[in-house]
Nanobody
Framework: QVQLVESGGGLVQPGGSLRLSCAAS????????MGWYRQAPGKQRELVAT???????HYADSVKGRFTVSRDNAKNTLYLQMNNLQPEDTAVYYC???????????????WGQGTQVTVSS
C-alpha cells in the first residue's frame, strides 16, 4: 500500500503565497513522475504541474511564472510553491504519483486526498 498525504492548503488573500506538500509513504521502490492537479467547484480536474524523477518540469499556462513544482526524492515528497495567488486558483489541489511498488516493481498511479486552497479577500 502507498499513501499520499497533502498539506499546506488554506485561505489566502489575492497576491498571497502558499506552499503545498505531498508526502508519499508505504512500500515504495521508486517514484517516477509526480504532479499536482486541481479541481474547482463545478469544473473538471485539471493539471497544474508535473515533475519527472529526472528531467524538465511542465506547467499549465495559467500558472506559469507564478507556481514552482519541486521534489525531494530522498523524502519521497512533492512541493508546490504558489505565488501571486488569484481567486481563480481556488480549488482542491491533489497530488498524483506514479509509484513503483516493492511487491511488483510495476508503476501504479496514486492520488492524495486533496487539500483546499481558497483565495479570497
Amino acid at each position: 500500500q502507498v499513501q499520499l498525504v497533502e498539506s499546506g492548503g488554506g485561505l489566502v488573500q489575492p497576491g498571497g503565497s502558499l506552499r503545498l506538500s505531498c508526502a508519499a509513504s508505504g512500500n515504495i521502490f521508486s517514484i517516477n513522475t509526480m504532479g499536482w492537479y486541481r479541481q474547482a467547484p463545478g469544473k473538471q480536474r485539471e493539471l497544474v504541474a508535473t515533475i519527472p524523477r529526472g528531467g524538465s518540469t511542465h506547467y499549465a499556462d495559467s500558472v506559469k511564472g507564478r507556481f514552482t513544482v519541486s521534489r525531494d526524492n530522498a523524502k519521497n515528497t512533492l512541493y508546490l510553491q504558489m505565488n501571486n495567488l488569484q481567486p481563480e486558483d481556488t480549488a482542491v489541489y491533489y497530488c498524483n504519483a506514479d509509484v513503483m511498488v516493492v511487491a511488483t516493481l510495476r508503476p501504479i498511479g496514486y492520488w492524495g486526498q486533496g487539500t483546499q486552497v481558497t483565495v479570497s479577500s
